[in-house]
């Protein structure tokens, strides 16, 4: 039998389902909480996935794995790849003002044409503007920026 898992880390948890390729039937599961809020420390994800894969068995004999994750978050990364706050979720609606001024500057026709979307609060777009207008001294050390996602 050939086993296959996928991977779920939400905003809440972190879920692993491993099924047999060949029929589809779910072998074995795990789960594990993320910390709850709209901001987080991205190693509790690590800790999460860890303690997930755990609860459903482990991976050692799976053939392949799929990860899907969050989206429309930020994590922000010093020159060194070292995290530089903790990671603002899609949820974290602090950075309303800043689509909102993104909007005012750009236009939204302009910002949709260029982007394919017209930015709101949940986007890391609008999350950087925020840390730029909110916390300098963190933006300026940022040197990339990336999704919350356990991959």
């Known amino acids: 039998m050939t086993l296959v898992a996928g991977v779920d880390s939400s905003t809440q948890s972190c879920k692993v389902v491993v099924r047999d390729a060949d029929t589809g039937a779910v072998v074995r599961t795990g789960r594990a909480a993320h910390p709850d809020g709209t901001e987080v420390a991205p190693a509790a994800w690590w800790d999460a996935l860890r303690a997930a894969i755990a609860d459903a068995g482990g991976l050692d004999d799976v053939a392949a794995i799929s990860v899907g994750g969050q989206q429309h978050g930020m994590v922000v990364l010093d020159a060194d790849g070292r995290v530089i706050r903790d990671a603002l979720l899609?949820?974290?609606?602090?950075s309303a003002q800043a689509a909102r001024d993104l909007i005012a500057e750009f236009g939204a026709d302009a910002l949709a044409r260029r982007t394919g979307s017209v930015p709101v609060?949940?986007?890391?777009a609008t999350k950087l503007r925020w840390l730029r207008d909110a916390e300098p001294e963190n933006a300026?050390?940022?040197a990339a920026v990336a999704l919350p996602t356990t991959g």
């Open 90 to 94: 899609w949820n974290d609606t602090r």
């Open 121 to 124: 609060a949940s986007f890391t």
């Open 140 to 142: 300026a050390r940022v």
